[in-house]
């Protein structure tokens, strides 16, 4: 019993995620998560949460936390309508939160649920992940994370089976999200103006968010250099 019980709880958990990102699509959820739902349905969220704020941002983190958990289309209309709905520091906060707990989410779910699965399908870029882990220890995960052109749900899955701690995962993650997070928040304050991604990341901003990906690496590379012939 004491061998079974540990392979029906991981069953149990498999079949609850399958469950819900089936009932996720079934239910046209992605349409509803869209641009043009939440430019649709704005008047009616706010007025929502003038009534009930408490409610609405518990709503909007848990809601925001499944879909990343669950990495099914959209977190960056969710990034959006923290803005539209709660304004910028407030949004902001609510957004940061919510990504980095569902980012931990999926970092544990790949850990202890799809770690074969994850190592067969992402075997190179889990190499060049422990690579970079070994060479730059969690910078290298910081200027991933302020890169938002990389998928976030593909950090989550391939460090979820690297060494590195959660804890460690999820304080990175928070600070390195932070950025692309006020970008798209205060892009959702003047949602009337956004018509898709490519409005909000203009080759300025994305020019200026890897610059930022790189500072890291480089201050450590400087400060590995004055080390040694200091």
């Not at 701690?165 to 999820?170: G, H, V």
């Not at 949602?191 to 450590?220: C, K, N, Q, T, Y």
């Amino acid at each position: 019993m004491s061998t079974l019980s540990p392979w029906i709880t991981r069953i149990a958990v498999l079949a609850v995620i399958a469950g819900l990102i089936a009932a996720f699509f079934a239910l046209g959820l992605q349409h509803v998560l869209s641009l043009d739902a939440l430019r649709s349905n704005e008047h009616d969220l706010l007025a929502f949460r003038n009534r009930q704020p408490v409610v609405a941002a518990a709503a909007y983190v848990l809601l925001y936390m499944a879909v990343v958990t669950l990495a099914v289309p959209g977190a960056v209309v969710m990034t959006l309508a923290g803005g539209a709905i709660f304004g910028l520091p407030e949004g902001t906060v609510l957004a940061s939160f919510a990504s980095s707990f569902g980012a931990a989410a999926a970092f544990l779910a790949s850990r202890f649920l799809f770690r074969d699965w994850v190592k067969r399908r992402f075997q190179s870029r889990l190499e060049q992940v422990n690579r970079g882990l070994e060479k730059d220890g969690w910078v290298y995960l910081l200027s991933l994370r302020l890169v938002p052109v990389i998928p976030y749900t593909l950090i989550n899955l391939v460090f979820g089976v690297t060494a590195i701690p959660l804890a460690l995962f999820y304080g990175v993650s928070q600070i390195g999200m932070l950025p692309a997070t006020i970008v798209y928040v205060n892009a959702g304050t003047r949602l009337e103006h956004v018509r898709s991604a490519s409005d909000i990341l203009s080759p300025v901003m994305i020019g200026s968010l890897l610059l930022l990906a790189i500072l890291p690496l480089a201050a450590r590379a400087v400060t590995r250099r004055l080390m040694r012939h200091g």
